[in-house]
């Protein structure tokens, strides 16, 4: 499930992109495909942070990796914006924000499949 969030927002990031770049040019372009994946690797991050085995596979140790997990996200997010910031000239701060919103609202899309897949495995257990 989590790999394909992951894809999906690389998917939406690359399209988007693509489409900024052919209606407003290629600072835009560029701009929002900096955005979706200033949200992406942070997320992959997090997502293999929780996924890596540990010794201790108790649920102390997973909450310990999903706080770490988080932490180093959030910090990653904030770097990938700040080397954008300073480093990119020219930008496009409009279409990297709808890069980066774009790719953070897919994470709603695995949610809502994980609830499908639930409600499928209960009529799938039911006999219907």
């Not at 560029?30 to 949200?39: H, V, W």
């Amino acid at each position: 499930m989590v790999a394909k969030v992951l894809l999906a927002q690389l998917g939406l990031t690359v399209v988007l992109a693509m489409l900024f770049w052919g209606t407003d040019g290629r600072v835009s372009g560029y701009s929002a495909l900096l955005g979706g994946l200033t949200c992406v690797i942070p997320n992959a991050f997090l997502a293999l942070r929780l996924a890596v085995p540990r010794r201790d596979a108790g649920a102390s140790a997973l909450v310990h990796a999903a706080y770490i997990g988080e932490l180093g996200k959030l910090a990653l997010t904030v770097l990938m914006f700040s080397m954008v910031f300073t480093l990119v000239r020219p930008l496009a701060a409009g279409a990297l924000f709808a890069g980066f919103i774009a790719a953070q609202l897919v994470t709603f899309s695995g949610f809502l499949m994980r609830d499908k897949q639930t409600e499928v495995e209960e009529r799938t257990k039911d006999g219907g």
